[in-house]
């Protein structure tokens, strides 16, 4: 056991402590508190002194690891919508020729950089099974929940997939890729099977105007899409399903898709009514501000979905959508745009609302006993300088990423 002190320890879960201490006992927090309380009732003990502030590590909810090796995309031009930048994507993905190994080293230079940035555990998305990923993953004491993400569009692909899904190890996490590329028999399929090995359901949700208008009338960007690929045949009307809801989320309500496993990503377009069939269903929200400013897509009504009693979580998405992959400047631009939405949830919600909606709240997301000793010191100029606990949560939430960024017990992972 060993003790670890700081001018501030920032909990998350629980009130700032000025001159804090924790105990850490194996990979696990002994006690949280004052240090003169700590040091006292934990004599003995060695003490390690950070400067600055000790927190929980951040959670990165919505990556595409595997993308990293495409590099930042151009901006889009005027005109230019989602669905530009999702063709530019697959042709970019279909011309850059990569080996194996030159992808799992970005994925790998990837996952180190958000390491450095403090984060904790990362839940990834990817359509390719990288299955020497997991080694080199933990050797870098960062957890990552891996995704194999499957879609179809069509009678002839989804067919293919349900095949694959039979092949597939029970163990291995899936999910279903997004409302306008997975018909709704495949995501009940995907969503079955989740529940049965009780995994995580991450799914890209009301991202899109276009996105809004294919689940309501099955026209628009969507459905020129899907025609000018050659995937349309009408599978997205069987049952009536696609053509008969009104919003992304009440569709996924119809087809008894949402649950607490389930993790809406983006959420842009939801509606009153859709945040409260989210509040009903239990289901997660996890917002990604950098990758909707970069799309031009729109912003999620942050302030109402706090106020119905939402913790949403974050995430960067992967470079192609978002010029940084940085949680810090994530809490930056959500604190612009929603002023009425306090510096504590929006830390919050890069801390508890990930490990909540990955169901890791016993291990990450707050400094609390029990916990993984996971979790890091930051340090920076701004920080030194604060004068009280407002100001220390209102620096992490607006400043940036803090000059200075350690894990308080390096290497640790599972
Ligand atoms: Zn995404």
Not at 110 to 115: A, F, G, V, W
Not at 213 to 238: A, H
């Amino acid at each position: 056991m060993f003790i670890v002190s700081a001018p501030w320890i920032v909990p998350v879960s629980d009130s700032v402590i000025q001159d804090g201490s924790i105990v850490i006992a194996g990979d696990r927090i002994e006690a949280v508190g004052r240090r003169d309380d700590i040091t006292r009732s934990y004599q003995g003990l060695e003490e390690k002194r950070y400067k600055g502030v000790l927190m929980p590590g951040l959670i990165n909810a919505h990556m595409h690891l595997e993308l990293s090796y495409l590099g930042q995309s151009k901006e889009l031009s005027e005109g230019q919508t989602f669905t530009d930048w999702i063709s530019t994507l697959l042709e970019k993905r279909g011309k850059v020729q990569a080996s194996e190994e030159e992808i799992v080293n970005s994925i790998t230079a990837t996952i180190d950089e958000q390491y450095q940035a403090g984060v904790v555990l990362i839940a990834d998305i990817g359509n390719t099974h990288f299955q020497e990923l997991r080694g080199k993953t933990n050797a870098a004491g960062i957890e990552v929940y891996r995704m194999l993400e499957f879609l179809g569009p069509d009678k002839g692909a989804v067919d293919r997939t349900l095949l694959s899904l039979k092949s597939l190890n029970a163990e291995l996490p899936v999910t279903a890729h997004a409302p306008y590329s997975t018909v709704p028999v495949l995501l009940q399929a995907i969503k079955h099977r989740c529940r049965e090995s009780a995994h995580l359901f991450s799914i890209h949700t009301a991202e899109s105007a276009g996105e809004q208008q294919f689940i309501s009338s099955l026209t628009g960007p969507f459905r020129d899409f899907l025609e000018k690929r050659n995937s349309w045949d009408g599978s997205f009307d069987d049952g009536g399903l696609g053509a008969a809801s009104t919003s992304t989320v009440s569709y996924f309500e119809k087809l008894n898709i949402l649950d607490d496993k389930t993790l809406l990503v983006h959420c842009t377009h939801v509606s009153t009514e859709d945040i409260q069939l989210i509040v009903q269903s239990g289901a997660k929200v996890c917002l990604c501000p950098g990758s909707n400013q970069f799309l031009k897509v729109g912003v999620a009504p942050v302030t109402d979905m706090v106020e119905a009693g939402i913790l949403p979580c974050l995430g960067t998405d992967s470079i192609t959508s978002n010029p940084a992959l940085d949680l810090w400047r994530e809490m930056g631009m959500l604190s612009k745009v929603h002023r009425g939405v306090s510096h504590d949830t929006i830390l919050k919600m890069a801390t508890l609302g990930g490990a909540r909606a990955m169901h890791r709240e016993c291990d990450y997301g707050s400094l609390s006993v029990g916990k993984k000793s996971n979790f890091i010191h930051v340090s920076s100029e701004r920080l030194l300088a604060c004068q009280n606990r407002e100001e220390v949560i209102r620096v992490l939430v607006t400043a940036g990423k803090p000059a200075e960024i350690g894990h308080v017990v390096p290497g640790v992972s599972q």
